[in-house]
């Protein structure tokens, strides 16, 4: 039986034991990992798999169970495992099945040709990138490179009459390198992922980025502790997104255990602050036709020139709260259960070379790494190891190790003041770089 | 790229915050629900997999075919339940069934891996054959036809999962749901998120290993929201054994939700924390999650072997303070790091790593000790049959010392006392870490006095060992979820109450 039509009859399987509505879930994958460490293959791994997921509801109640073992005689004991479970659970009448019939129509999720590229030319990628990396005489010694790859084909089907499927593909390549001077160390990674094989970015740039990042922050300072400007590299931005994200989830708002509760329509930071949620981007890492329970995606602002603008939400989320699905159920698999999760989220470009941005700061830190959470999402609180270049009258003087900020969301957000107009796309989780006034830094 | 993320920390109700670094990274660290098994309602003994020992020597022959040294087969089968209580409402329960085998070559540093969900003959060669690509053309080892072997067992049950009723499995959810919300009229909100597993193993390996054996784990995590005047603190607690049920007639669930109540209260007042160089006490307990990320990655042995760890080369000389001894013991009884043996097979055993500041041993997987010309000392995990094994910590802890942890406070003039950590991270190359505190005060004139929020501590690990100046008699120890290389593992770590003198702490004011 095709996947479509197994979704479809265990849709009705669920009832006929006993749901009185359900969702099922298949995802079939094949993964490709190489490792590549001083110029030769150091593993390979490849593999592909099934599995499927099962939700029910009961008298309102809800239950889950998954397996990967396809037998007819296994998925109707797991279909029972679920509808034996929603016998312990509490009934919610917020406990219902999206019942959204269409779907986004995106561009480029699946690269038909990612399969058709020989395992010697992949070999030679992560060969090559290491290579390059390992070409500057700064750097001594090779972490490994590596490619992989992943396809992934979703079948979801419920009882409201959903029944749906996509299929995606994605490719990834990189390098990670050392650079010893002495008895120091320092070490610098970079990775290229892409949906289409052909879009991968050259082992050059790659391999240039790992082997700077290393060799860089080489004799590094302390700096006094104090207060300074600091400017976030797009590679850190997650340190701020991220607890923002955490932030919007509207199920921590209905708890209470976000620090944006209170704030819809409210302004949280400065007016350079829009920051968009958009599962319809074409090739978007993060993209989808429909999100973890079969809602259609959408591109969402969540923050409007600082002014929060709404929260994400799944249906089951969002009945509580008196809205509709945001299209933000976010799913890991056949083996989870629906949470709430963003698509593509990034902070807008601005239009500040990210140069001007360093020379228009007297003194201050060139954020490159952030260790730690970010924000704490209930709090608000920040806090974070920190590393990167010093800057003083506009220019990089040297670099920093073993550094922490620390501030408030609220503070943090609201002293943004330049905005760069190097926004990268590529990515999941991105934002361009941006500057942040009067940060307190500890150092020696 | 196997060497990015290395974390160990919290556990978000849902897969939230990611928050990705740069060079060592923290990823999130989501409970690892990740596969698991079949029941059909069979009693204790029947979730492993049975596989003709033929079968497995026919694919170990089918492994090394076209050369290689090493070859293993690794069949898994994984039942597990779990139940969400929040808000007071059951939100949801999930049953999961995973099974599945890996079959692996090693042919000099190189190695072949593949996977299958169906536990097949066919199967099973068809993963064997494609794992032997990295092999081809090198020499065959002729394989041991595989024997049976019995092992002592560190785990031990009492009430087997299986013969446990949900109704059970809910009752300790809610006591200590109410437990949590009788603490204080403060507490708003509480989360408990009941865990358990059976994990069924079969291990057989081209020198003649057949293992098999059957692992219980218990996961019980109380988060509990405290709120105040315009401050608000998540407070957890979490209790994790290999164990049957009984672990609840042991450890109250009550005790688990009242310390994440008390935490959630006592932070509602805390202040704003002083940034810089600090002394700081750590009180016994998980705390040890600070040795566990700042030593014990960059001893496992891979990046040793790859010559870019932070402890390479280092091995027989003095790179801690003489108060200073570090132990990985995969063989303590009942706990969340034990199994009676690794992933491959290795007996779990007792490894002092660092010995009175002197550097003695690596933690290593078959791989790594042969790369390295050292023993296997029994640290070859894996997060299920569809990863590779890798050297991973198991309880891991700083050896208890002679000092009372209240004359170590009270001989501190200055400083933070840190109760709990959330959790931490490092760069295992350069041996840069950083944790983030849950709860943490100001010491003054030797006594713990007001809290403050979010404290970061970070540093590098050599520097840290050798700052350590005092340690205490009072060893204890916390569950944790370790990542490494996109796997995560169940692990402890443990110690006793300690001084280090002089971390960089990240607060958000300047000191008066």
Partial sequence: MENKELAESLVKKCLEKGADSSEVFIESSRDLSIEVRNGDVETVQEASSNGVGFRVL??????????????????????????????????????????????TKIEG?????????????KIAIAKKVEELAMRDERITKSGGSGFSESENEIFLANS???????????????????????????????????????????????????????????????????????????????????????????????????????????????????????????????????????????????????????????????????????????????????????????????????????????????????????????????????????????KVVFPVKGLTIAGTAFDML????MLGNDLDMNRGFTAPTFRIKNIQIGGV | MSMKGYFTGDIPRRKFLEL??????????????????SCKGTPSGEAVLTI?????????????????????????????????????????????????????VISGDKTGFAYTDEVTEEKLLNAAQVASYVAAGTKAVQPVNVESEKRPSYITVEVPLEQVADQKRLDVMNRAHQAALDYDKKIKMVSVSYYDEVRGRTIA??????????????????????????????????????????????????????????????????????????DVVIENGWGGVLVHEAVGHPLEADNIAREIGAFTGKLGQKVASDVFTMVDDGSLPNMRGTTNFDDEGTQMKRNVLINKGVLEKYMTDILSAKQIEMERTGNGRRETFRDIPIPRMTNTFIEKGSDKPEDILSSTKQGLYVQSISGGSVNPTTGVFNFTCREAYLIENGKKTVPVKGATLIGNCLDIISNIDAVGDDLGFGPGICGK??????????????????INVGGSRSRS
């Avoid at chain 1, 008298?59 to 037998?71: E, I, T, V």
């Avoid at chain 1, 997650?238 to 209905?254: F, K, M, P, Q």
């Avoid at chain 2, 593992?489 to 443990?494: T, Y």
């Fill in chain 1, 58 to 103: 009961k008298n309102g109640a809800m239950a889950f169970s998954y397996s990967n073992d396809l037998s007819e005689k296994a998925l109707e004991d797991t279909i029972g495992r679920a509808v034996g479970f929603a016998g312990s659970t509490t009934p919610d009448e917020n406990n219902i099945l999206p019942s959204e019939k269409g779907e």
């Fill in chain 1, 109 to 121: 999720l699946y690269d038909p040709d990612l399969s058709q590229v020989t395992m010697d030319r």
């Fill in chain 1, 160 to 394: 409201n009459g959903l029944s749906k499927s996509y299929k995606t593909s994605v490719c990834n390549f990189g390098v990670y390198v050392v650079a010893e001077k002495g008895e120091q160390k320092s070490s610098g990674g970079e990775y290229c992922t892409r949906r289409f094989f052909s879009d991968l970015k050259p082992a050059e740039e790659v391999a240039e980025k790992a082997a700077r990042d290393a060799y860089e922050m080489l004799d590094p300072k302390m700096v006094k502790t104090q207060k300074a400007d600091v400017v976030f590299d797009p590679d850190v931005s997650r340190a701020i997104l991220g607890g923002i994200l955490s932030a919007v989830n509207g199920e921590r708002v209905l708890q209470g255990a976000s620090f944006l509760r209170d704030m819809i329509d409210k302004k949280i930071g400065s007016e350079l602050i829009t920051l968009v949620d958009d599962g319809t981007l074409a090739k978007g890492l993060g993209s989808q036709p429909f999100d973890g329970e079969g809602v259609p995606t959408q591109k969402r602002t969540i923050v409007e020139n600082g002014v929060l603008k709404g929260f994400m939400y799944n249906t089951i989320v969002a009945k509580r709260a008196g809205k509709t699905s945001t299209g933000n159920a976010s799913r890991g698999g056949y083996r989870s259960i629906p949470g709430i999760g963003p698509h593509n989220f990034f902070m807008a470009n601005g239009d500040t070379p990210p140069q001007e941005i360093i020379k228009a700061t007297k003194k201050g830190l060139w954020l490159k790494g952030v260790t730690g959470y970010g924000i704490n999402p209930v709090s608000g609180h920040f806090s974070g190891g920190a590393s990167g270049f010093w800057i003083e009258n506009g």
């Fill in chain 1, 414 to 417: 609201n002293s943004l003041d």
């Fill in chain 2, 20 to 37: 990705s670094l740069k060079g060592g990274a923290a990823l999130v660290a989501v409970p690892s629900l990740m596969s698991l098994v």
């Fill in chain 2, 52 to 104: 003709e020992k033929d079968v497995l020597n026919r694919t170990i022959q089918k492994a090394l075919e076209r050369g290689g040294e090493f070859a293993d087969v690794y069949i898994e089968h994984r039942i597990s339940r779990e139940v969400l209580l929040e808000e007071n409402k059951f939100k949801s329960g999930v049953f999961g069934i995973s099974q599945g085998a890996g079959v692996r």
């Fill in chain 2, 205 to 278: 390996n081209s020198e003649g290993l057949y293992l098999t054996d059957e692992l219980p784990l218990m996961f019980f995590i109380v988060q509990t929201l405290g709120v105040g005047n315009n401050t608000r603190h998540m407070g957890r607690e979490r209790l994790s054994k290999h164990m049957g049920f009984e672990m609840f007639d042991k450890y109250k669930p009550e005790d688990v939700a009242l310390t994440a109540a008390r935490e959630s209260v006592a932070m509602l007042e805390a202040e704003d924390c002083p940034a810089g160089m600090m």
């Fill in chain 2, 485 to 502: 290389g996109g796997q995560s593992c169940e692990v402890s770590a443990g110690q006793p109450t300690v001084r280090i003198r002089s």
